[in-house]
């Protein structure tokens, strides 16, 4: 267990639905990620938190995609009107901008199956 | 552009024996790279990095890896394969644009030990 976890760990949602998954970093982690990891693929990047502030967004992000990360805290990824294609495995990961910012540690991920 | 590659989907291997997994890199700079395991319905654990210093780096679970700067290779090794080895590994390089230092994954290589 990394400390990071994530919340719900499975969702089944109609095409059309929105969901919303949950991210708990580790406590002083400042540092936040969103990865997408589609079967037979390594995770892609989605989007970056420092603090609260959202500071990078991959083009993998639709419209449909929102992210928020209030108070610096948890993070919440919502997507909007569920496609087929959003089928996937999403991964948050946190750091610590300090001397071992580099290492990434990950959650157990939330599956979405949109039918 | 920062990129990984890992040739070989699977690798399989007798428990006992030595393990390689292969990865190969594309960066611009120094590279800082990083290897993760991930068993089934879980999330990613963090193995190793090298960001600079010796070639051979030693992690976790037994499990080393060798940074070949000429041959653009970052190698992951063990010296005697364990069943309970048998996962999906990630190679993995930072891009460090921006100072995000998101993690550029490849497709990942599964390791199958057999006993």
């Known amino acids: 267990d990394t400390g990071v976890s994530q919340d719900p760990r499975h969702k089944i949602t109609k095409r059309g639905q929105n969901v919303t998954f949950r991210c708990d970093p580790i406590?002083?982690?400042?540092?936040l990620y969103w990865y997408r990891q589609t079967l037979g693929q390594g995770p892609e990047f989605l989007t970056y938190f420092q603090n609260e502030a959202q500071l990078e967004k991959s083009r993998l992000l639709s419209d449909r995609f929102s992210a928020e990360r209030p108070k610096g805290s948890f993070s919440t990824l919502e997507i909007q009107r569920t496609e087929q294609g959003d089928s996937a495995m999403y991964l948050c990961?946190?750091?610590?901008?300090?001397?071992?910012?580099?290492?990434?540690?990950f959650g157990a991920g939330t599956r979405l199956s949109v039918l | 552009a920062q990129s990984v590659a890992q040739p070989e989907d699977q690798v399989n291997v007798a428990e006992g024996n030595p393990l390689t997994v292969k990865c190969t890199y594309s960066v611009s700079g120094n590279p800082y790279l990083f290897w993760y395991v991930q068993y089934p319905n879980r999330g990613l654990q963090f193995l190793l990095k090298y960001i600079t210093g010796d070639n051979l780096v030693k992690g976790s679970y037994g499990f080393e890896a060798e940074f070949n700067k000429s041959q653009t290779s970052f190698h992951l090794k063990k010296p005697s394969a364990l069943v309970s080895d048998s996962a999906l590994y990630f190679c993995?390089?930072?891009?460090?644009?921006?100072?995000?230092?998101?993690?550029?994954f490849g497709a990942g290589t599964r390791l199958a030990v057999h006993p």
């Open positions: 993995a390089v930072r891009d460090g644009a921006g100072g995000y230092n998101k993690l550029i």
């Open positions: 990961a946190s750091t610590w901008a300090g001397l071992e910012e580099n290492i990434q540690y």
């Open positions: 406590s002083e982690h400042n540092r």
